[in-house]
C-alpha cells in the first residue's frame, strides 16, 4: 500500500522506515532542506541503534523515498501519517501548530481519498480539530481522521516497531478501520495485537500509559528512599512486588527520576486536558512534584557521600544523557544534577558516550564544567564518581584501573549498575539508591 509519512523527525523517520521494511512504499516528507539531503544520501540526522542500516536498506529496495513536496507525496497514498513535532507551549499544553499547518496543507492538496492518521503524540480531541480544518480547506474531500499513538522508547525504536505489545487504532468508520488493519496486517501475521477503539480513547490512551509509566517510577523511588532509611534493599522490593503479574517487573529500577521528551511533556499535556475538563488528577500531580524533587535529593546524596561541603570539590559525572543508548538530553537528570553541583561550587568533569556535543551546548553558561570523551580521564583527580547513566560501559568500569590511576575511592552509582561486593572488595565506598550503605 501506499503510505505517506510527514515529518521525519524521530517518530516519523522510524515509523517511515519501518513501514517500508513491512513491505508498504512510502513518501516521507521532510521541509528542512539540510535534514532532506541528508536522509536522501541515506544519512540519518538522529542516534539509533539499526536505524541508518534499515534505511540504506529500504532506499536501495525503493521502498522509500524523500521529499519535500506534499502534494506530490500524498497522490494515491491511501493514509497519511502525522509525525510532526508538537512541542511544550507556554500553558504546558502540546503545541499543535505545526500538526495544524500540515494537514490543511493535505487538506488542500489531497485529490483522492484519505485516512489522516496522527502519530504524534496529540492531546485530546486534536483528531476533532484536525476533522474540521480538513473539512473547511476541502469541502469536497472524503476523509477519515485515526489516532494511532506510538508507544516507541528511545533507543529501542526499530523493535518497539516491529514488535509491539500492541497497536492502538482509534477509528470513526470501517473504511478507515479496514485500511489501517490491513496497513499493520504484517505485524498481526507475526501475533501482534491490534486494539480498535475510538478516536479519543486512542489519543487518551498515550497519555495514560506515559503517566502510569512515570507513576511507577516514581513510586519505586520514593521506596527506595524508604529502604535507604530502614535498612531495606530495593532490588529485592522491586521484584518482590514485579513478581506480582498485576503489578509486572518492568519500570521499577530506582534512579535520578525520570527524564526525555516523552514524560514530562505529555504529563504535562495530560494534566492542562484534566484542568480544561475540570477533573483533578491527584495522582499525575504528585508525580510531576516527586520527580522535581528527586534531583534535589540526589544532589543531598551526593554531598553526604562526600561527607562534606560541596564547594571546590571535583566530581566525575559519568552520563549526561536521560537514559542510555541515546544521545538526548531533554530533561536529563543527569543535567540537572550537574547544574545543582556547580551552583554549589562543584567543578564538574563530565562524560557521556553519545551525548557530549548536545551537553556543551545546553550547559554552556555553566562555567565550570569541563568534558571528556575518555570517562577514565574525567575520574583521575576527582574526589568522587557520580554514575547518573546506565550506559554498558559504565557497567563495565575497570575499578582495578581508576585504583592505579587516581586516589578517588567514592562512587554514588544513582542507577545501581555496578556490583555492590566487587566494588567494595576493590577498596571502594560505594553509594547506591535504596540501600543502606
Ligand atoms: C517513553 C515510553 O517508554 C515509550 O513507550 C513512549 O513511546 C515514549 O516515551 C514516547 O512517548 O515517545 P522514552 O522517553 O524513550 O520512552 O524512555 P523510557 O525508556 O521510557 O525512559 C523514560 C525515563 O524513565 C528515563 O529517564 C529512564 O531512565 C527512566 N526510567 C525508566 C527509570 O528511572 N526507571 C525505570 O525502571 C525505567
Given amino acids: 500500500m501506499k503510505i ?21 512504499q512510502v513518501v516521507c516528507v521532510e521541509k528542512d532542506k539540510n535534514k532532506l539531503k541528508k536522509l536522501q544520501q541515506k544519512q540519518v540526522p538522529i542516534f ?25 507525496a500524498i497522490e494515491d497514498s491511501l493514509a497519511v501519517f502525522l509525525a510532526v513535532g508538537t512541542p511544550q507551549d507556554k500553558d504546558g499544553n502540546a ?24 502519530k504524534s ?95 511507577k517510577i516514581c513510586f519505586i523511588n520514593e521506596m527506595a528512599d524508604l529502604c535507604e532509611k530502614i535498612g531495606g534493599d530495593i532490588k529485592k522490593l522491586s521484584l518482590g512486588i514485579g513478581l506480582d503479574s498485576r503489578i509486572g517487573e518492568k519500570f521499577l529500577n530506582p534512579g535520578p527520576g525520570f527524564g526525555g521528551s516523552c514524560f514530562p511533556k505529555d504529563i504535562s499535556a495530560l494534566l492542562y486536558t484534566a484542568r480544561e475538563n475540570d477533573v483533578e488528577l491527584s495522582v499525575v500531580n504528585s508525580v510531576i512534584k516527586s520527580n522535581d524533587k528527586r534531583k534535589i535529593l540526589m544532589v543531598e546524596k551526593i554531598r553526604s557521600a562526600l561527607g562534606e561541603e560541596l564547594a571546590g570539590k571535583k566530581i566525575a559525572l559519568l552520563g549526561l544523557a536521560f537514559k542510555a543508548n541515546t544521545d538526548d538530553i531533554r530533561y536529563s537528570p ?24 548536545n551537553s556543551k551546548f545546553e550547559l554552556k553558561e555553566f562555567g565550570n564544567i569541563e568534558f571528556f570523551a575518555d570517562f577514565y580521564e574525567a575520574i583521575k583527580g576527582s574526589d568522587l564518581i557520580v554514575i547518573a547513566t546506565e550506559w554498558q560501559k559504565y557497567r563495565d568500569i575497570d575499578l582495578q584501573l581508576v585504583s592505579k590511576n587516581t586516589a578517588c575511592r567514592k562512587i554514588v552509582d544513582l542507577r545501581n549498575i555496578l556490583n555492590e561486593e566487587k566494588v567494595k572488595n576493590l577498596g571502594f565506598e560505594y553509594f547506591s539508591i535504596g540501600k543502606l550503605d
Fill in 48 to 72: 539509533e541503534p539499526d536505524l541508518e542500516k534499515l534505511l540504506n536498506e529500504t532506499i536501495t529496495s525503493k521502498k522509500i523515498s524523500f521529499t519535500d513536496d506534499i502534494t506530490k
Fill in 95 to 118: 503545541d499543535l501548530s505545526f500538526v495544524f499547518a500540515a494537514v490543511e496543507e493535505i487538506a488542500k492538496n489531497a485529490k483522492n481519498d484519505l485516512v489522516i492518521v496522527t
Fill in 334 to 357: 543527569a543535567i540537572a544534577i550537574a547544574k545543582e553541583l556547580v551552583k554549589n561550587g562543584v567543578l564538574v568533569k563530565a562524560s557521556d558516550e553519545e551525548a557530549i556535543e
Fill in 121 to 215: 503524540t496529540v492531546p485530546v480531541g486534536t483528531g476533532e480539530k484536525i476533522s474540521a480544518i480538513v473539512a473547511k480547506a476541502n469541502q469536497n474531500l472524503n476523509f477519515s481522521i485515526v489516532s494511532n499513538p506510538e508507544f516507541l522508547r528511545e533507543g529501542f525504536a526499530i523493535v518497539d516497531f516491529m514488535k509491539p505489545d500492541r497497536i492502538v487504532v482509534g477509528v470513526a468508520d470501517e473504511k478507515a478501520q479496514k485500511i489501517m488493519g490491513e496497513i499493520y496486517q504484517p505485524l498481526q501475521n507475526q501475533g501482534a495485537k491490534i486494539l480498535f477503539c475510538d478516536v479519543k480513547t486512542a489519543e487518551l490512551i498515550k497519555y495514560a500509559a506515559n503517566s502510569f509509566l512515570a507513576t
Fill in 4 to 24: 505517506t509519512v510527514i515529518g521525519a523527525g524521530y517518530v516519523g523517520l522510524v515509523s517511515a522506515v519501518c513501514f517500508a521494511k513491512l513491505g508498504h
